[in-house]
């Protein structure tokens, strides 16, 4: 070992875990170098790798890599013509054709012809995701209304988001030092549809305007079902209290959580639903039980601070 180190340095050869250690702090330093320099980037998550990499071909496949990198990276749009792609890769306008096809049968792009002269190319996402929905008009109430104007949304729009496979509010207490607040409430719709090549869409809309509205019990140890005040094709749409110091959220790494959690779901058949435990859902005034031990708890954590 000593001998071949030996002849490492008088050949002016490093060894290899030198070398390791070099390119890959050279590979560091240059993703560092282009994240602050705003160097253009295509980014390829996960999902890509284990759907379409395999056995996806090498002209739909770089076909693929240059609308990403023509792209706008904020919403995946460009607009380059079939000649001029045919131009880029040295290739017949029919071999461009032919590509297409292949990504817009798998789902990967959808062309348009929008106001330009030539077709809009738009990137489709390949994996679930998250997506904040909205009502087309503003509504005095998170109620009845709401939610049919946002499905009305969804089905116009069914070609781009799949069909409606679940429809879910869930609720949980807010908290304070690590316990349940009857004065703190947090509501959210989730609407989940399902797109022909089974990748999820969870549209979500926090509902700010039900504060006044909560479970009949205070300390929900396990997921419960209730009967929300919402219905879908003529039943209630189902209802499900969290724990209070579960993260359901929409915000930073929250996220991961609830897009696992729609997922569930989806996976989940009603009859397994059904077997959750219940509570009762309503003005809190009215349904929870608890809620003059929860006041005075509350009030002595004021008192204490």
């Known amino acids: 070992m000593e001998r071949q180190r ?5 050949k002016g050869l490093k060894s290899p875990v030198e070398q390791s250690v070099v390119l890959k702090e050279y590979y560091s330093s240059w993703r560092k170098f282009n994240r602050d320099t705003k160097e253009g980037f295509f980014a390829i998550y996960e999902r890509f790798k ?7 071909e ?5 076909l693929y890599l240059l609308f990403g990198f023509y792209a706008n990276n904020s919403y995946g749009h460009s607009w380059p013509s079939i000649a001029t792609i045919a131009d880029f890769f040295g290739t017949q306008t029919r071999t461009i054709d032919s590509w297409m096809k292949v990504l817009v049968d798998r789902g990967l792009i959808y062309r348009d012809r929008t106001d330009k002269k030539s077709h809009t190319t738009f990137l489709v996402p390949y994996s679930d995701t998250l997506l904040k929905q909205k009502p087309r008009k503003n509504h005095e109430q998170d109620g009845q209304e709401m939610l049919e104007d946002i499905l009305s949304v969804l089905l116009d729009m069914q ?5 409606v496979v679940r429809i879910v ?7 304070k030092k690590a316990m349940p607040d009857a004065r703190k409430t947090y509501h959210l719709l989730l609407i989940i549809t399902k797109r022909e090549d089974d990748v999820l869409i969870c549209h979500y809309r926090i509902l700010r305007k039900l504060s006044d509205q909560g479970v009949s019990e205070l300390f929900v140890d396990e997921p419960s079902l209730f009967e929300s005040h919402f219905t879908y094709l003529g039943k209630p749409v189902i209802g499900i209290a969290v724990e209070h110091g579960v993260p359901v959220n929409v915000k930073g790494e929250y996220q991961a959580y609830l897009m696992e959690l729609a997922r569930d779901l989806v996976a989940v058949s009603e009859e397994q639903l059904q077997e959750m435990p219940r509570v009762s859902y309503g003005n809190i005034e009215d349904v929870l039980e608890s809620e003059e ?3 005075e708890l509350t009030e002595e954590e004021d008192d204490e601070e």
């Open 6 to 10: 030996i002849l490492r340095v008088l």
């Open 50 to 56: 284990k759907e379409h990499l395999a056995d996806l």
């Open 58 to 62: 090498g002209g739909p496949l770089k």
């Open 159 to 163: 070609s781009v988001y799949g069909t």
């Open 169 to 175: 509010h869930l609720f949980h207490w807010g908290r």
């Open 293 to 295: 031990a929860a006041m």
